[in-house]
């Protein structure tokens, strides 16, 4: 530990360290010159170091004292509410190291309140948002039920109107598993198990999910890729963000339209495309994409949650690796995956 660790105090002792030094050489001076009344004078040279060094003390521990008061009014001030205000720590010295301290621990607890902030406001929109999206299909349901009541004896609209409550059932069901899925990759209990993958066999996986639908569609699926690449991967994860982006080109698409799914390896990464000649995006809507129940005005699409696009961004963050979007209105969108490979040591 440093003997004086205030540049203040350092000053302090010095100018008392002068003083005494200075009463010493008096007194050696009064007693070498023989004077009468050396010992008169001594004392009151004593005295006047004395008196000296108590104005120093005064001096000191009043500018001390200033200095603690000031801090404690900032104090004061953070706690009546004013979160920009931080303690003045640009001198030297233990005292404004522990100022600097106090200044970091109060950013720290502010950062946590801002995150504890954002998180209640984040919880509030998701509640609504959950409530806005189920409130579609409840309502329908509510519907076709009355429908089915008041005409139970008429086959072809019980079938219809069945057939309308499995797929008001379904986007229920879709919305309550995205929305898990994104709960639990948020939270970080999804542990991801990668094994190496031939992208070929989990691209051809994605697409026979998607084959009857985009054969009835009237809509072709493209694969193109080396059956040798191969990337270390969660196929269950993988497999599921690959096919949110072939769902979602689907959803905006018409018939006669191609979805392309391409994949390749470079020397320091593996990419995977995802390729449509659809509506395309609105440039205004790219921003927004990724986040959660965004739903475009320019968008026809009625059943989408909203929840596809943030699942995938999740599921390709949490496997090291970046989403990116290019779209054109009425010529297409194409979504690509990049993921790295790690380096051998």
């Known amino acids: 530990m ?10 302090l002792f010095v100018r008392v360290l002068v003083l ?25 040279v004593l005295l006047l170091a004395g008196v000296g060094v108590l104005a120093l003390l005064y001096g000191y521990f009043r ?43 109060v950013s720290i607890l502010h950062a946590h309140a801002e ?38 004896d008429q086959l072809e609209t019980v079938q219809e109107f069945t057939a309308r409550s499995e797929r008001e059932l379904d986007r229920i069901d879709t919305l309550v598993q995205n929305l898990l899925k994104l709960t639990r990759l948020d939270a970080g209990t999804v542990v991801l198990t990668r094994t190496p993958q031939t992208l070929a066999d989990l691209m051809g996986e994605v697409e026979q999910q998607f084959h009857f639908r985009a054969a ?22 993988l497999t599921e963000a690959v096919g949110n982006l072939v769902k979602n080109a689907l ?7 191609t979805i392309e799914i391409t994949w390749r390896a470079f ?31 320019f968008s026809k699409d009625t059943q989408g949650v909203g929840l596809g696009l ?8 949490a496997h090291s690796g970046t989403i990116e979007v290019e779209s054109e209105p009425d010529i297409g969108t194409t979504f690509t995956l990049n993921f790295l490979i790690p380096t051998k040591l």
């Open 20 to 44: 005494f030094a200075s009463a010493g050489m008096f007194g050696a001076l009064f007693i070498a010159l023989h004077i009468a009344c050396a010992a008169v004078c001594i004392f009151f």
């Open 267 to 297: 020397s320091a990464m593996v990419q995977i495309v995802v390729r449509d000649n659809g509506a395309g995006i609105a440039p205004e809507d790219l921003p927004h994409i990724f986040k959660r129940f965004y739903r475009s005005r």
């Open 216 to 237: 009835q569609e009237g809509k072709q699926l493209s694969l193109q890729g080396s059956g040798t690449v191969q990337l270390v991967c969660d196929r269950a994860w």
């Open 310 to 317: 943030p699942l995938t961004k999740r599921i390709v963050e």
């Open 115 to 152: 995150n504890e902030s954002r998180g209640r406001q984040f919880m509030k929109e998701t509640i609504a948002d959950i409530s806005h999206q189920l409130k579609t299909p409840l309502a329908a349901l509510n519907i076709y039920n009355g429908i089915l009541q008041d005409e139970p």
């Open 2 to 11: 440093r003997p004086f660790p205030e540049p203040e105090s350092k000053r």
């Open 63 to 105: 500018g001390q004292h200033r200095v603690m008061a000031q801090a404690v009014a900032q104090i004061q001030t953070y706690l009546a509410g004013d979160p920009s205000v931080r303690l003045d720590c640009d001198e030297e010295g233990e005292l404004y190291r522990l100022f600097h301290e106090v200044n970091t621990l």
């Open 251 to 257: 959803d905006h698409t018409r018939t006669g339209d």
